[in-house]
């Protein structure tokens, strides 16, 4: 066979003395077993029935040429090498306390029940630390059927023949500098201890997750992932986290609390940081969200996330499925959330009087259609990011916890459907309306001309919720006008809409003039149409003097007025009107 020797071997095994609470195949029979303490070269195609022990003095390498099926478990104290192109398939468990060398280009399919490392192992790719990943280990289901022939000739090696199940991890920490590929839809569970990734973590299959109960996941700094989606992730049903070391930029958490509830994360640092991240449910998180309130609007998922480093500027991303929203969550108008130690919480964008619980509040904007997947957009679901420059450095602080939010802390007392201003002939129109309304006790409607400074200008009655409300502003000044919509409630809380803006342009054909301005004592009004009315009033709107005019001029006498600056609105009897600013020094 162009000089490569086949070779085929049936060993039955008994009496290797094996921990069978480490290797729980253990699959033994027979007389004898297969026991290496010797440099055993195999580059060629060899099957071993039962399981295998290689001593501390025993060294394997699979050649390029190599193919070793081995139809049950393996303890390895000593070296197992495997050359680019070789090919070791295991179809029962590995306890590796000694060195396994897996260069890029070779592979090992396990098929096995539980993959152990010890304490003092290596799981290497044989190149310097921190380059290439080598080669591929594959986490492999359903296990294949042995030939019928060996299962009369060794019926106890039945064991080892078909079946679908879960696999396990127990990592010891170990660094594996290797491509771990997770093709077993029946999901990797970790056990014991932690699972350390040095080389890539490669998602193959639909449903095949890492699950991690009260173990961590790690990847090193190095350390690169692909294929995550929605269908395949890593499950934190524990205590455990996912964990990716001193990295620089964006990196994704593909994490979620059941198979396929998919709610990820991402966290772009722009401080090198270690950070570990879990998501939960309202009920499990050890944080205070609003659980069974029927007006909570919260979306029943908290992550905990903490750096091995406490300063930063990190942008965090969160996503969820839109199905597990509360009542009143809107994926249109949300944010990103912190817990907190102190009540109200005061380092949000927003503080009092609004934040009344341990919760932030913070700037609503739109949530988007989440992107964080192998694949792209995940339909169904929203993603909604805020920067932060500080993080918990344990999982049991109170800043750990993360959520998003509609309002935790303090309902908006309405829904507001609508709010616009319209500028008409010499009046402002403003119109809006309401959902559901809560516990209201009355609308201001407020007036700025400079955006900044508000004063209140009507106040009107609530009619109840699913309402259409409207206010005519006559005494509006030329120019660009502000206006908002303070809601107050019945306990005294406000809160207020955004700003919306018109151009009012209401002038008279013939010229009014004002002088001297500033003025002191007195202001000189000429180029007035008989019969006017004049009205002075503040910047915020307020009126302080109304005067009949029934000549083309008029002397005004301001020396009771504070020194500010006012509007002067001229009307005439038309309709018509011109407003004027003057200043009082």
Not at 67 to 77: F, H, K, L, Q, R
Not at 244 to 254: M, Q, S
Not at 521 to 538: K, Q, V, Y
Not at 566 to 584: E, N
Request: aromatic share 10%.
């Amino acid at each position: 066979m162009s000089g490569i020797i086949k070779a085929y071997f049936l060993v039955f095994i008994v009496s290797l003395v094996f921990n069978t609470d480490l290797i729980a195949q253990s699959g033994s029979c027979g007389s004898t077993g297969l026991y290496i303490n010797y440099n055993d070269y195999v580059n060629y195609d060899r099957t071993v029935g039962g399981d295998v022990e290689i001593a501390t003095a025993g060294y394997v390498e699979i050649g390029a040429l190599g193919n070793w099926e081995n139809y049950g478990a393996i303890v390895n104290d000593g070296i197992i090498e495997i050359d680019s192109g070789g090919v070791l398939t295991l179809y029962g468990d590995m306890e590796n306390s000694g060195t396994l060398i897996l260069h890029k280009g070779a592979v090992i399919h396990f098929y096995g029940k539980k993959w152990k490392n010890g304490l003092t192992s290596i799981v290497s790719d044989g190149a310097p630390a921190n380059t290439i990943p080598g080669g591929e280990l594959n986490f492999i289901a359903s296990r294949p059927a042995l030939p019928s022939t060996w299962l009369v000739v060794s019926p106890c090696l039945s064991i080892y023949s078909g079946g679908d199940s879960v696999q396990c991890s127990d990592g010891a920490n170990v660094p594996m500098d290797v491509v771990l590929r997770l093709k077993n839809p029946n999901n990797i569970v970790l056990v014991n201890s932690t699972t350390r990734i040095e080389g890539k973590l490669q998602w193959d299959v639909a449903n095949g997750d890492v699950v991690l109960g009260n173990n961590d996941l790690v990847l090193t700094e190095n350390a690169s992932q692909d294929g995550y989606q929605s269908d395949r992730f890593v499950i934190t049903n524990g205590t455990g986290h996912l964990v990716k070391e001193n990295y620089l930029g964006n990196w994704t958490f593909p994490v979620g609390i059941a198979d396929g509830d998919y709610t990820p994360a991402a966290i772009n640092n722009s401080v090198a940081n270690t950070m570990h991240i879990l998501v939960q449910d309202y009920t499990t998180s050890a944080s205070d969200e609003i659980i069974a309130d029927p007006s909570a609007d919260g979306m029943q998922r908290t992550w905990n996330i903490y750096a091995d480093l406490a300063t930063g500027n990190s942008m965090v991303t969160l996503q969820h499925n839109s199905i597990t929203n509360q009542p009143l969550f809107d994926d249109a108008f949300n944010f990103v959330t912190r817990w907190g130690t102190a009540t109200p919480n005061t380092t949000g964008d927003i503080v009092l009087p609004y934040s009344t619980s341990a919760w932030q509040t913070n700037t609503p904007s739109p949530g988007t259609v989440g992107i964080l997947s192998s694949l792209g957009a995940v339909a169904g679901s929203n993603m909604q990011s805020r920067n932060y420059t500080d993080f918990a450095v344990s999982p049991s602080a109170a800043i750990a916890f993360f959520t998003k939010s509609s309002d935790p802390i303090h309902p908006l007392p309405i829904d507001l459907l609508g709010f616009t201003a319209l500028s008409k002939e010499c009046s402002v129109q403003i119109d809006f309306s309401t959902g559901i309304e809560r516990s209201i006790s009355r609308f201001q409607i407020q007036r700025s001309v400079d955006g900044k400074t508000f004063s209140t200008i009507a106040s009107l009655k609530p009619s109840g919720s699913n309402s259409d409300y409207r206010f005519i502003d006559l005494n509006a000044p030329d120019g660009r006008i502000y206006y908002r919509l303070s809601m107050i409630e019945i306990n005294g809380d406000y809160r207020t809409s955004p700003t919306i803006t018109v151009n009012v342009e209401c002038k008279m054909n013939s010229t009014v003039n004002i002088y001297p301005n500033p003025a002191h004592d007195f202001i000189n009004l000429s180029g007035l149409s008989a019969p006017s009315e004049i009205r002075i009033s503040t910047v915020e709107g307020k009126i302080i003097g109304a005067y009949s005019a029934n000549s083309s001029q008029m002397i005004l006498d301001i020396r009771e007025f504070s020194q500010a600056t006012y509007w002067l609105t001229v009307f005439k009897a038309d309709g018509s009107r011109k407003s004027l600013k003057f200043i009082k020094d």
